[in-house]
């Protein structure tokens, strides 16, 4: 199985589907990011992953940058898109012509908590469990079919910082195993 992997950030998700591919079904054949200055890039870098870079901001529509992002997705042709900390909503068009080949991973426990500020809402509700959600994307925002999710207690000093942790801890542990379960 054949993935691309799209990241806007730091790439710790990105590192740890990179790293361990080498123990499950899929191989990285690319690997995406909208943002220039992503310290992902380094991460491509050093598993010798090549890494297209389409600065979002030199676009004036959400569906013209998609349109260039669908053009390297053709040259690729991977199997699944796998979003790991992508911080942009990919249009409709290219949400339907990926159908049921998109996945995201979200630092809620879905339908919780779509969109930003996860930790915060969780520990803002007194919420006693929080964790991670791995999705199909539909073009409803955090909506998808969920594929796995886990979950910890939320305890009396977790901060937004410790959840946060505690939270990529736990994708970097089950995303590539969830991933080579698509199959």
Not at 43 to 52: A, F, G, L
Not at 62 to 71: A, G, L, T, V
Not at 102 to 126: E, F, M, R, V, W
Request: glycine share 4%; aromatic share 8%.
């Amino acid at each position: 199985m054949k993935i691309v992997v799209f990241f806007s950030g730091t790439g710790t998700n990105l590192e740890s589907i990179l790293r361990e591919q080498k123990n499950y079904d899929y191989e990285v054949i690319g690997a995406f990011t909208n943002n220039p200055n992503a310290k992902g890039i380094e991460i491509c870098d050093k598993y010798e992953t090549e890494c297209k870079i389409i600065d979002h901001k030199d676009f004036n529509s959400r569906e013209d940058f998609d349109k260039n992002i669908s053009i390297f997705l053709d040259q690729i042709n991977p199997d699944y898109i796998i979003l790991a900390g992508y911080m942009r909503i990919i249009s409709k068009s290219l949400v339907d012509d990926w159908e049921g080949q998109i996945i995201n991973i979200h630092p809620s426990l879905l339908p919780k908590y779509p969109g930003l500020d996860t930790h915060k809402k969780a520990l803002q509700a007194k919420d006693k469990m929080h964790g991670t959600t791995i999705h199909y994307v539909i073009s409803e925002l955090d909506a998808g079919p969920i594929i796995r999710q886990e979950s910890f207690e939320i305890e009396l000093n977790d901060t937004i910082e410790s959840l946060t942790n505690k939270v990529k801890e736990i994708e970097n542990k089950i995303y590539p195993e969830t991933i080579s379960n698509l199959i």
